[in-house]
Structures are given as structure tokens and as C-alpha cells.
């Protein structure tokens, strides 16, 4: 039965989701939904509940490992327009889960609002931001929260304080609703100085990190306040491969795709980092990225 069918937003079936992955890897979702707006949002996980079929939520996939076998699941992507709309009022910005990080910085840079400089260079969703508290050491997107608009599965609308919000390292739960919007506390800075700041963190992103090749940022957390990705280095692991996966040699926290690694040839790749770190130095490595298998 096409269950989908009364949906407005955009349907794909069968949509290879190394199209919505930055690391370029990922075998088709079933269904691939862009919900045109709340209704149709909510229509779609009635009737994908209705029907069995599981729902997933993809940001800008820059953090994310796809199975080459692809996956079962209605994967929902908040990309239409309505879900994109940035703006500010009463002293916040109000920002559509589906805003690219780089147009919040954007807009702020035009308005003249401060606060969220250190965003700068980090690829993603304002949606994807949140649920996994994304940030720098020292610095994370929880810092300049307000309160978030979210969903949970069963359609029903929620406005979150921050302090009904549980933030960790790297962690928020948040990820467990579909976040909807989010109310940025920006202060009034003037332009020029804004930019510096952007400027700066962007040139440090560039210097240190790999994007030569697709990637999705740094694979592991940092374990217990220490980098990954010195540790990884340490062991000697820069340039270690497995297929078509390698370990950046400028940044051993990131994996690369020459262009034909597979899903298996990144979790190998994991697999052995992990386990020549905790030989060495007695410390278990989180994955940062999600998996979906
Ligand atoms: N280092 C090495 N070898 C490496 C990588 C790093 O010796 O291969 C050393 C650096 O020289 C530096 C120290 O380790 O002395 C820290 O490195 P870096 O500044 O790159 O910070 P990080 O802790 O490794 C974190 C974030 C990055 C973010 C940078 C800079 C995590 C897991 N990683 O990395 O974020 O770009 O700080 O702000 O929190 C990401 O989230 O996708 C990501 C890459």
C-alpha cells in the first residue's frame, strides 16, 4: 500500500543516501521524505506508524556512517522551506532546524548579533547541532540556547526551556524528540568584529582539520578531556587503511573516502583505531558520528 501518498512534501523511494552523507557512503533508505511543513510532518509519522514503517530523522549527514545495504526506515530530512526560516525578535534568533550553521552565521554577521562565532566552519544542521551539542573544547551550541521547539514521535509540540534540557559533552536530549526550531541568545556586536571572530575560528578549522577529501568530521569524542585524535596519532595510525578508508594524515580523528571505501571499510577502520588506543593508553574511544545499520 503506498502509505505515503497523501503526503505534500517531496517522496523518493529507494534514494541512495551517500547523496545525503558527507562521507559520500550509503546504500538507499526506503523512503526518503522532505515533510513540506508541522501538519504534513505529523501526518507522515502517523501514517509511517500506522504502516510499521520506522522513521529517522538526517540533518546534513556530516556525522553520519550509512550500511552499504542501506536501510528500512523512513528517513525524514526537515529541508523544505519551511523548516529553513531564520529570523529576530524580542531579542533571540529564532532559527529553523533545517538552517545550514554557516547561514545562522550569515545572518548574524548581517544583524549584527554575536554569540555564535565559534560555530564557524563546523558543517551541519541547526537541528543536528543541537542534537548532538556540537561545538569546539571548551565552547559547545548549548552555550547560546534559549529554549527549542520539538516534536516527539507521536506529533505532539513541546517548548523546551534550556533548563528542561539535559546537555553533556557532546550529548543533549534533545536528539530523542525531531527538533523543530531553536531560540538563540545573539547580542548586538558590531559587524567588523564579528567577522574577526568568524574569520578566526574558520582559519583554525581550516589549518587543522581534512577536508580533502569526503569525511565526516572528527569519528570518536575525546575521551576524558584528552584529543582523539593526538591519541590515534600516537599510536602511529595516520595514513592506516582499510580499503578505500584511510586515517587523515593531518588529523588522525578523521577518516577519509578516497571514493570507493565502503560502510565496512570505515567500521574496520574504527574497529582496529579503537582497539590499538586502548592498548596503548587504557582508554576506550566513543564514536562522535552515528551509526546507521
Ligand atoms: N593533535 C595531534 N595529532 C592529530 C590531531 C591533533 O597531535 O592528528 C594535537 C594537536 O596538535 C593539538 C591537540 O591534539 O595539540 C588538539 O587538536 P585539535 O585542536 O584539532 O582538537 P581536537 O580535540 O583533536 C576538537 C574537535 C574538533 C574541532 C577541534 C578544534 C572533538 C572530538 N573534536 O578536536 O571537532 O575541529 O577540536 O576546534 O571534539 C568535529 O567535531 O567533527 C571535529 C573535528
Not at 159 to 176: H, P, T, V
Not at 268 to 291: D, Q
Amino acid at each position: 500500500m503506498n502509505w505515503w501518498k497523501s503526503l505534500k512534501g517531496k517522496v523518493r523511494l529507494n534514494e541512495p543516501l551517500k547523496k545525503h552523507a558527507t562521507l559520500k557512503i550509503g546504500g538507499p533508505a526506503k523512503f526518503f521524505i522532505e515533510p513540506q511543513d508541522i501538519a504534513d510532518l505529523q501526518l507522515c509519522l502517523r501514517l509511517a506508524k500506522r504502516n510499521k514503517v520506522p522513521t529517522l530523522i538526517i540533518g546534513s549527514g556530516s556525522n553520519l556512517l550509512v550500511s552499504d545495504r542501506g536501510i528500512s526506515s523512513a528517513v525524514l530530512s526537515l529541508s523544505a522551506s519551511f523548516f529553513k526560516q531564520v529570523s529576530f525578535s524580542s531579542g533571540y534568533c529564532q532559527v529553523g532546524s533545517g538552517v545550514s550553521l554557516s547561514r545562522v552565521l550569515d545572518f548574524s554577521l548581517r544583524q549584527g548579533l554575536s554569540g555564535a562565532e565559534f560555530l564557524a566552519g563546523i558543517p551541519g544542521t541547526i537541528g543536528g547541532a543541537l542534537a548532538m551539542n556540537a561545538g569546539i573544547p571548551g565552547r559547545c551550541i548549548a552555550d547560546i540556547v534559549k529554549k527549542v521547539e520539538v516534536m516527539d514521535y507521536h506529533g505532539k509540540i513541546s517548548l523546551l526551556q534550556k533548563e528542561d534540557i539535559r546537555f553533556g559533552y557532546r550529548y543533549s536530549s534533545l536528539a530523542k524528540y525531531i527538533i523543530l526550531r531553536a531560540y538563540l541568545r545573539l547580542k548586538k556586536k558590531s559587524p567588523l568584529e564579528i567577522r574577526c571572530g568568524i574569520n578566526q575560528y574558520k582559519a583554525y578549522r581550516r589549518d587543522n582539520q581534512d577536508n580533502s577529501l569526503p569525511n565526516a568530521g572528527c569519528i570518536f569524542k575525546n575521551p576524558g578531556g584528552e584529543s582523539a585524535g593526538r591519541l590515534i596519532d600516537l599510536c602511529g595510525l595516520k595514513g592506516q587503511e582499510e580499503g578505500g578508508a584511510s586515517v587523515s594524515l593531518r588529523h588522525a580523528n578523521f577518516i577519509l573516502n578516497s571514493g570507493r571505501a565502503s560502510s565496512n571499510d570505515v567500521l574496520r577502520l574504527m574497529a582496529l583505531i579503537k582497539r590499538r588506543v586502548r592498548e596503548r593508553f587504557h582508554l576506550v574511544l566513543e564514536p562522535e558520528i552515528k551509526i546507521w545499520r
